[in-house]
């Protein structure tokens, strides 16, 4: 498998002021307002809901929003609001979009997913030419639609894809990033202004943590806790700041995990980390 941290080399040391991708700025297909006024940028998670216990962490996180990376409205309605995701190529089925489809019409999403790390073996792990193929299914639901979610929003796949799009005359309303970092707030802000200014899109930041991409079972990561989250406040204050982010998530796993452990949200029986209260706070 093709190790993610290769993807992320050189990302967030380029300049920021790259010029926009010509011709590839696109509204709502029906002009509908955005849910969150701009500069407000709604806190969210991805968590899949495969329990009742998962339910109640998603609660306690006191979000805004959140996505379980699939595309059904989960039952236990939880308070902050759902929106679907298109997974992979191979999910763009008449059932799939029909659910989606269903949610626009209930009132229950405006937005809509786009394909999850396609740029990866073991994720979506699509070519962009695939990905354009697919991508006007996923326009005819009229939902607003989020770009795919690379490992690097700025490497080749992502500026490969977002040309296709230029060229095809689709439709993207806003770009997905994925960024696992070290604890350094500049870098990591510099990263999210140059994705936007060189697709020239709203940014939704739908993955982001502390990780350290070099630590093993025998070494877990080096970044401390209380780092982790002086870079977890400074970056959602930001982003609350920056009129172009429309929503970020951080993203947990668990605390044994040597890469990102200490940026877990909740203990092995569901409590809240000291993380996850600060999460909860912002």
């Known amino acids: 498998m093709v190790n993610r941290r290769h993807f992320l080399t050189g990302a967030i040391t380029a300049a920021v002021g790259v010029p926009a991708l010509a011709g590839c700025t696109s509204s709502p297909s029906d002009g509908r307002v955005l ?34 990376w699939g595309y059904s409205r989960p039952r236990a309605s939880p308070t902050p609001g759902f929106v679907p995701m298109v997974w992979a190529a191979s999910r763009v089925r008449r059932e799939v979009l029909d659910a989606v489809e269903d949610q626009k019409d209930r009132g229950q999403t405006e937005n809509l997913l786009g394909f999850n790390e396609p740029d990866l ?88 943590a502390v990780a350290d991409w070099e630590a093993t079972p025998r070494r877990p990561t080096r970044y401390s806790g209380k780092e982790i989250r002086s870079f977890m406040e400074e970056t959602v204050t930001a982003l609350r700041t920056m009129d172009y982010v429309e929503r970020f998530a951080w993203k947990t796993r668990p605390t044994g995990d040597p890469v990102m452990g200490e940026s877990a949200l909740f203990h092995d029986d569901g409590d809240l980390t000291e993380t996850g209260e600060l999460y909860r706070s912002l």
Request: charged share 25%.
């Open 35 to 68: 849910s969150n006024s701009a500069g407000t940028g709604l806190k969210g998670t991805g968590l899949t809901l495969t329990s009742r216990k998962r339910v109640a962490q998603l609660r306690a996180l006191n979000l805004d929003w959140f996505y379980t």
């Open 121 to 208: 073996e073991g994720q979506a792990d699509m070519s962009p030419a695939e990905a354009l193929r697919s991508w006007p299914e996923l326009q005819r639901t009229g939902l607003r639609l989020g770009s795919p979610a690379p490992v690097n929003a700025m490497g080749d796949w992502m500026k490969a894809f977002m040309e296709g799009v230029s060229a095809r005359d689709l439709r993207v309303d806003f770009v997905c990033v994925h960024a696992y970092l070290p604890p350094r707030a500049d870098g990591f802000l510099r990263h999210i202004e140059e994705v936007h200014e060189y697709y020239g899109k709203p940014v939704w930041v739908t993955e982001y």
